[in-house]
């Protein structure tokens, strides 16, 4: 890849599994990408402290601390902005955005749900797809729209549900493939994202 | 397996490629069942010539030749009955049933619909599958009730999109899923079905 690593901005409202992925294929060499800063808008989360730990910016942003959504999402991306994040992760943010921070990274928020959309979107997927009875569930990566879990669709992996399946054991299996896929997406996007900031400079020079 | 093959009843509207594997499961000895009886809606389908090839009892009945829908259906049920049929089988029939016939085979109709339900019920599965971008779809069978493709879900294959897929390939590579599918879950069923007969024997006995 041409560059320097991709500027990621994660946000998070709880343990920062999908994070700890992150960082883990970085520190392996496998992702060119920097974590530039972890947003929560829960301040308890535990992944608060497990950026922290590595010795990232680590901000708790509560929505209550604001007005209206607006302004705190404007905050937001504000703080993204000023750490020069080029893509920003949703990895377990349990909060529908909106057009004041979606406008200002057009095309550059992805989240993880845990369901093959579009089947399930919204909140307890695991427990909509054990309760619809269906054989195969999984995870999508997706562009964030306005619409939830309704964005373009990135990289999809299936997980079967097994006989005696609960909520905990099928989130579980389904979460260590997020811990595959999201990375891997964003090593995608990171490529995709210089190459074609390199095209845009070869066009410049024309 | 206990008792003597399970009697299938047939339905189709087309060109019977699903029958067509029922047929060889058989035939190979992979599936302890009989088809009994193949009807189509359609008078011109290629399943019915694929039936009469192989001595089976092939009816065209036309939704049109009957005042109503309850009429059409409880002929269809009639003709099964008359079969002895215990497991009616949608294999690429493109009507929707009502109460008539599903009261006469309670937990005895199936039928497979290529997407991974609850994604993409309805007509053009795989035209819907293709123009949300989904990166897996599949195939489902399930028990049928009165909501379209909206029945308990029995067994389901996932199916990968490929880059620069059409609905012609991916229908096709959907199809060829349905093929290991259905039979198997038909062969399943009839296990589980003379299972609760030897049981309800025994019990009678008692």
Redesign the interface.
């Known amino acids: 890849m041409t560059g320097p690593p991709l500027a990621l901005g994660v946000l998070v409202s709880g343990r920062g599994s999908n994070l700890a992925a992150i960082l883990d294929q970085i520190k392996a060499g496998r992702l060119a990408a920097q974590v530039r800063v972890v947003i929560s808008d829960q301040p308890n989360a535990p992944a608060l402290r497990l950026a922290a730990d590595q010795a990232i910016p680590a901000l708790a942003i509560q929505r209550r601390s604001f007005a209206n959504q607006e302004s705190f999402e404007a905050r937001v991306a504000a703080e993204l902005e000023q750490r020069g994040v080029e893509l920003v992760v949703l990895a377990g943010f349990m909060r529908l955005i909106g057009p004041t921070l979606i406008d200002r990274f057009p095309g550059r928020i992805i989240n993880v749900h845990p369901a ?5 979107p919204g909140l307890a997927a695991q427990q909509q797809a054990l309760a ?5 569930s ?1 995870c999508t990566v997706h562009f964030v729209n306005e619409v939830m879990d309704g964005g ?7 997980v079967p549900l097994l006989e005696g399946d609960t909520v905990e054991s099928l989130s579980a299996r389904i979460l260590a493939e997020e811990h595959q896929l999201l990375p891997l997406v964003i090593g995608r996007l990171a490529e995709q994202i210089r190459a074609e900031q390199v095209s845009e400079d070869g066009s410049s020079q024309g």
């Not at 093959?116 to 399930?120: G, Q, Y």
């Not at 373009?152 to 299936?158: G, L, S």
């Open positions: 093959l959309l579009p089947s399930f619809h009875g269906v054989k195969i999984g373009r669709i990135i990289a999809q992996t299936a």
